[in-house]
């Protein structure tokens, strides 16, 4: 789970009529908690979209152990995102991004199908960055000015956008480029 200055970013795909999804590897007995900061983070009256929050079912000790000892906190995220797209038709991927701050949700988000152009991490700085272009770093202010792009505004009709989401404008042209190798003669 990642929050930080994006909330006019989440904000914004919201009203483009995308639905967020919270996860966290964090044991169940941290729900009200967790929940409680969800609510509870406000940046100028921006505040985060309403999702449900998914948290492991296991103890404090084991979610504990799993994230912290096995330093494996993506099991958790793979079965519960497989689960909740289990739930649609085989040929329909209910996640259209993902945003994290670490390898393991990346990992996570790549297991159940998440176009690696729609998956954002947070480095530390608070950076955002796209994880097919990774040498490009933005921010979610940028973000925020490319969101009709990156999150096309969802209507009742089919968005041709959305026959092949994976050959979007935005997904397409950001398909990095060959390795040259100078040595060898062209």
């Not at 079912?57 to 979610?63: E, G, R």
């Not at 504990?64 to 906190?73: A, L, Q, S």
């Not at 689960?83 to 329909?92: E, G, P, V």
């Not at 994290?100 to 608070?126: M, Q, S, W």
């Amino acid at each position: 789970m990642v929050i930080c200055a994006g909330y006019e970013s989440f904000s914004l795909i919201s009203r483009n009529g995308y639905k967020f999804l919270y996860c966290s590897a964090r044991a169940i007995g941290m729900a009200d908690m967790t929940r409680g900061y969800l609510q509870w983070v406000n940046d100028g009256g921006i505040i985060l979209p309403r999702g449900p929050l998914m948290l492991s079912p296991s103890s404090l000790f084991s979610a504990f152990h799993r994230e912290v000892i096995e330093k494996k906190p993506e099991i958790f995220k793979i079965e519960c995102l497989t689960d909740i797209k289990n739930l649609f038709q085989n040929n329909k991927q209910p996640f259209y991004a993902a945003f994290g701050n670490r390898v393991n949700d990346v990992f996570a988000y790549k297991e159940v199908g998440v176009p690696l152009c729609r998956i954002f991490t947070v480095n530390p700085k608070g950076e955002l960055i796209q994880e097919q272009t990774k040498g490009n770093k933005s921010s979610y202010g940028r973000l925020s000015e490319l969101v009709e792009h990156v999150f096309p505004l969802l209507s009742k009709e089919q968005n041709e956008a959305f026959v092949m989401p994976e050959f979007s404008s935005f997904c397409y042209w950001r398909q990095p480029l060959p390795e040259i190798n100078l040595d060898e003669p062209l």
